[in-house]
């Protein structure tokens, strides 16, 4: 608002505390009106030869602030990690366990879960080492991995097809 009025209830009269126009004319009415159309008021204490003809564009510089890395990050990564080797170990017994108390059919099987949990053990290895060295250097990511789990899915999918197909078109174990 370009004036402050003060309203005194006992004489119930307006009088301008602080004006910064120059122009008696604006008056706090024709403010409020711009504003509800609106339009934003201008200070008519500025001169038209004070507005600039050509707004100018003002560059945005980014500020380069050092990102300082919590430990539960490292920790969240070791957490990840940990979790991977954990289902690799699951999986590795299962295999072992099929390889030792199977028959022909299993073994196979377990063979194929043991190369399984070899491989996404190792690969368990390079993505933390991965996610440890962007860490490091305060890499802004991505951190996610989305194709991981899908690969591992899809490996365990024709492990599992594997076994079941071998285990039924076997002619010495049919169920029946």
Request: with cysteine.
């Amino acid at each position: 608002m370009s004036t402050l009025i003060n309203v005194n209830s006992n004489d119930n009269e307006r009088t301008p505390l602080l004006s910064t126009s120059n122009n008696a004319n604006t008056t706090r009415a024709q403010t409020e009106a711009q504003i509800a159309h609106g339009q934003v008021p201008i200070n008519p204490s500025i001169q038209s030869t004070q507005l600039p003809t050509h707004p100018q564009l003002v560059p945005i510089k980014k500020v380069m602030v050092p990102l300082r890395v919590e430990p539960k990050v490292y920790f969240a990564n070791e957490r990840t990690f940990l979790s991977w080797l954990h289902f690799c170990v699951v999986l590795g017994g299962l295999a072992l366990g099929l390889l030792n108390f199977g028959d022909r059919v299993a073994q196979l099987s377990g063979l194929v879960f043991t190369l399984v949990a070899m491989v996404f053990m190792g690969y368990s290895v390079r993505l933390y080492q991965t996610r440890s060295d962007m860490i490091r250097r305060r890499d802004p990511g991505p951190y996610d991995d989305q194709t991981g789990p899908v690969v591992l899915c899809g490996v365990l999918f024709f492990a599992i097809g594997l076994n079941f197909y071998l285990k039924f078109t076997s002619p010495t174990n049919l169920i029946f």
